[in-house]
């Protein structure tokens, strides 16, 4: 069996084909590797086998095929569902396997799974993605990796078959930490724009005025220069289309509900991060879940009574 | 007399000579403008006058002397005392007398002044400033200036002569609106970072690490890229000398709260902009009024029970 | 003329005739009182006609009718006005006039008209009611009057005509500060109980159940015990008929406005209280304006995605 | 042996012999219970045997030689070594052994421990207290019990030997539910009683006119009525006593952890307890843990700058 420490021409294991991983897959098998899928999804596993992929039965049939396997899954109880159950990989993995969770989920249960491979000899390393859909079918995603600086080497050539920006976060964990630190400064941002123009048009300044001012000065941030929620203020990103397609705000309070918990974990004050978290909920409970995250200047835009 | 119409080397008057407005008015008269100036300080008069300024005895005898007054002082009570007592400038002030306040004030305030003003048939724009002590004593400062164009283009000469960007944010009233704007965006974000960097660093990231991440990233901003509030991130800014210096915290609540009026005079929801002045406002009164406003960093830091 | 001072039998004038000021005025009628009054709706004035009021013409033909005046009015600007303009209350005032302003309005917007009396030497005083529309028309306010101890027992029996609670909270202004202090606790307390009943039953709890159980411990409050605003916990309320009647959301919102404002100026720190605001705002804005306040519950309440 | 369903006088296993623990053991010794006691502090120890309690040398020996147990520990790690480790109960726990836990812990962490204990076949039930030190010492307490109506019964007559309110809150986990919607709403209210009292003494009114205008009013709660948090407003509560003894600002900031977890695992917004455990997780952060959680009024006073 070929390791991903032997050669660049690997046999990879992939589980979770879902928007992202589908894509994700597709490329590893484009840039020259075999692939063995698995998901729930009998239509997505039919499809990557149209592209060329084996179909394993079980995470546990596809651990006994290889000892490099990615997973790509929605949330935690995936994950453990994924590692732990009768059927999941720890059940058949070979020492030595390499695991390398790209999926966003809770850090403690990232460490959890992390130490029980450890008891077992196998190597897991956290690696989240930025960049969404657009990045994972581009190969331009951003990976941010928890692992020991050795593992990181071994591992970074096959995240760049999929990303271009493969960044070491750190250990084990660390991963997951950096991402989750980022899409909170990223919630928060979005909010204090969201708000900020709000504020600046009630009070009478053009759109593009105000952006222009802010983009210059020291409110100048990511979401008011490259994302601005105001519609019609960057072209083409979503706010500009009806806040379609984009970051949805169920999934950005899904990821604030992670920076939650590694605040109580941590015993850390996050006031603008629980502030955001809530906002997102409260979008979401009123039917915006779909919405991308720009929505939040929708959500809060004044009205006149 | 020599209207700032007719001619770059006019005669100015300039009242407000504190930190900021002393350095202001030296680089007018370096730029070969003569001044009459007023302060309640008579010290601050003094230095001014050894260095070639004429000395006016009130507000309203500067404005019997010029049509061109510049004003820099600290709040809406300055500014309404300077305008409107008993030896104000509107005491004295000459018809089509050109009136420039660079304060920070609450907007409502400036249209009420500015509403006087045109009852007089005398100009008003504001024109507040961006780039604290240092960028006045660089003539480096950034004017946000509201004013009608054809009014824009007169007074920009001026307004270079002590900055670097004049901006024409639309209006009278927009100049002060486009700056606490901006001022409210800077205050969620800083909070925003300093949270951020305190739960990635309590989660076991390595600071410079982290700031990395983010600084590529969707969270970047001008708080976490040029002013990151965890010491030793960015050398040299006041973070990283014990928060000395730089934009002082009870200064952040002020211009903080100068939003929270504009929310409630617009009836906007401003709630990110809200927990910002609070956070500043409880700073403040737990005795770090004058620390550089990155302290937000330090106020929340997680410590060890 | 019969001064407030010297008779139960007055002449009254009575200015703002909306939902409160109509039943208001109707009591002191059916108390005795003559009254004189003032309305810019035409169908307001007449309809106090026919219940035996004298009509004016304006405010100040109304103050040259009588030195006992009444006002009931929805916001600072209306009271401005009614004082302030050419018509208005100031323009034909007679000496010793006591004038009683029982608006919900800006405490600073309240001292400036206060010094603007005092000048002329008439009385003025705030007298803030709570007890919502049913309060008024059964004679069951309470007032909350910011008089000197004199004024104020000269005032109350007046008062007690229109409310069964007349409370002294201090000198000219503090009538308003303890009302606006009150509605932010109330709307503070409201959200507070609203997310704390849905996370309860988000758990699994009964709402009876834990209704039952806040209310005999330390998290008791007005909002639990009297007004719970999940439906069919207190029977009869507006939250058990549809949110339809009660304290309007979009009236809370202006009061929390008043206290943001009085933050502002006092320079103090209200983080729930502007949370509280800001939470309002946006259920106004989302199209909530005239549901009961108890919509709080509604408007976070947990919908399954 | 005896069980608790078969007489009032039984053998009682009880672990955690903290603050609060020590008390409840010896009042069930006082209503004549015997006693079999461990906790980690052997002088803890020592003081029960001397006050007729047996003493186990770990968990799993005290459930070897009893059928009833009751633990009171500090939080949910503690819970889990006492239940799940090598000498904990469940490694010599008796069938039918019924175990009251009293400690404030996670729902989940509480709910997983059920699940261990029913597949064992023995009973777990969650019975979280309030009432303090003070409530324990005199047989005060309020027991919010998670069990079947069944067991409920059961455990009743144990629990009313410690304290004088025992509730029904629901099935197991509900007893912990129910306290933290309690303390999540305490934690609200106390901060909206601080920054209600500091805005209205800002503004000039009398604390005790404030504070008797908001206890008569819609505002009204157990935190301004029972506990008011500024000095001399309620006398022999800690607030009045420079804020020593009473419930810890850094206890508060653990039940409002709970909370966050909860709001999270639930997918609720829960805005204001949000910031009501950020509020007391940086007064922790700041020195401030063990005064009292009246501090939050302290903590936002209005100083003058």
Redesign the interface.
């Known amino acids: 069996m070929v390791l991903l420490t032997q050669s660049r021409q690997a046999l990879i294991g992939f589980i979770g084909l879902g928007n992202m991983g589908a894509h994700m897959a597709r490329n590893l098998i484009k840039k020259g590797h075999e692939l063995v899928v698995f998901d729930v999804n009998t239509q997505s596993l039919n499809e990557l086998a149209k592209f060329g992929a084996k179909v394993a039965e079980s995470p546990a049939d596809l651990a006994s095929k290889t000892q490099n396997i990615i997973t790509m899954l929605p949330s935690h109880p995936h994950v453990n569902e994924v590692f732990l159950a009768k059927n999941g990989i720890l059940a058949a993995v070979q020492k030595s396997t390499r695991c390398i969770d790209c999926s966003t989920i809770d850090?403690e249960a990232c460490k959890r799974i992390a130490k029980l491979c450890s008891e077992k000899s196998i190597y897991f390393n956290d690696a989240p993605v930025?960049g969404g859909v657009t990045g994972a079918e581009n190969a331009t995603l951003?990976f941010?990796v928890g692992a020991q600086k050795e593992d990181f080497e071994v591992i970074k050539p096959f995240l760049e078959c999929m990303g271009k920006?493969v960044?070491?976060?750190?250990?084990v964990?660390?991963g997951l930490?950096?991402k989750i630190?980022?899409?909170?400064?990223?919630g928060?941002?979005m909010?204090?724009?969201a708000?900020?123009?709000?504020?600046?048009l009630?009070?009478?300044?053009?759109k593009h005025?105000?952006a222009?001012?802010?983009n210059?000065?020291?409110?100048?941030?990511?979401?008011?220069e490259?994302?601005n929620p105001v519609p019609g203020v960057v072209e083409g990103v979503p706010p500009s289309k009806n806040y379609e397609g984009g970051f949805q705000s169920?999934l950005m309070?899904k990821d604030l509900?992670l920076?939650?918990?590694?605040?109580?974990e941590?015993?850390?004050?996050?006031?603008?991060?629980?502030?955001a978290?809530?906002?997102y909920?409260?979008m979401?409970?009123?039917?915006f879940?779909k919405k991308d995250f720009g929505y939040a200047y929708e959500?809060?835009?004044?009205?006149k009574?």
Chains 1, 2, 3, 4 share one sequence.
């Open positions: 850090i930025s951003t941010m920006n960044v070491h976060a750190g250990d964990g660390h930490a950096a630190c980022n899409n909170m400064l990223l928060i941002s909010i204090g724009v708000e900020t123009m709000n504020l600046g009630s009070l009478g300044l053009d005025v105000l222009g001012i802010l210059t000065s020291s409110g100048r941030c990511w979401s008011s490259v994302y169920g309070a509900s920076a939650q918990n590694a605040s109580v941590t015993q850390s004050a996050t006031p603008m991060g629980s502030m978290y809530n906002f909920k409260q979401s409970n009123q039917g879940f959500f809060l835009r004044t009205k009574d």
